[in-house]
């Protein structure tokens, strides 16, 4: 069980160097490893716990929608500037910006540091083949439902995961719409290596923003105003 411990510009929690809490909160609670972004947060994490980390950084570049570990500059930054023992990046079939290949950036992280692990954000079955066809470690559907071509699936895909881990040689990481035990057991059913859990964990606006919603729901019949 991998926790995510990330927070970026204009969330409550971000630029306050607490993640290294989170990720303390979340070893003790028994997580296996933490996925974690930017150079700083990755850094004091793992001074913070024993526990080996999924490293990303997330920028937003004008000719492209990918935004996790797009480019080669956030790759560099990630093996030069961090001890993380897997970089994580997109691995969708949509442009990157400056015209990038994710081939060529699976080549510079093999070549530069052979002994660290790469996982591919994917969001359908066409990205998880070529992924797998690069030799990447690990493919995770982080990115199913937040393309164009799969906004509105239902996640967590149970099905589609699966899927991933009868058909792709990588170990399938299942991540993405995670909040409760019972889509947990669901999801294990599957038989992924492992699960990401984040918003679920480490994004208390976000978790109060889905009570908020039961709750406006309810009003006319349950309870009084307060």
């Known amino acids: 069980m991998i926790i995510s411990c990330q927070a970026v510009k204009g969330e409550p929690l971000y630029g306050y160097n607490i993640m290294h809490l989170m990720a303390k909160a979340a070893q003790e609670g028994g997580a296996d490893g933490i996925r974690c972004n930017y150079v700083s947060d990755i ?68 070549a530069q540091k052979p002994q660290v692990e790469i996982m591919a954000d994917i969001a359908d079955m066409d990205d998880a083949k070529y992924a797998d066809s690069l030799g990447f470690d690990y493919i995770g559907c982080t990115l199913r439902s937040y393309t164009a071509s ?4 239902a996640i967590p895909d149970c099905d589609f995961i699966a899927e991933l881990v009868r058909t792709v ?58």
């Open 43 to 110: 850094n004091s994490i793992k001074a913070a716990v024993n526990l080996p980390t999924i490293g990303i950084i997330k920028a937003e570049y004008p000719d492209s929608d990918v935004y996790i570990t797009p480019t080669k500059k956030e790759v560099r930054a990630l093996l030069e500037e961090t001890d993380t023992e897997v970089v994580a990046l997109d691995a969708t079939l949509r442009a990157r910006p400056n015209g990038e290949k994710l081939e060529d950036l699976v080549r510079y992280i093999r």
């Open 150 to 153: 799969t906004k509105g699936i």
């Open 169 to 226: 040689r990588a170990h399938v990481i299942a991540e993405g719409g995670i909040w409760e035990a019972g889509q947990l057991e669901k999801v294990w059913a599957a038989k992924p290596y492992a699960v990401v859990i984040g918003s679920a964990v480490t994004r208390p606006r976000d978790i109060t923003a889905r009570f908020r919603r039961v709750t406006d729901a309810c009003k006319p019949t349950c309870g009084a105003e307060v």
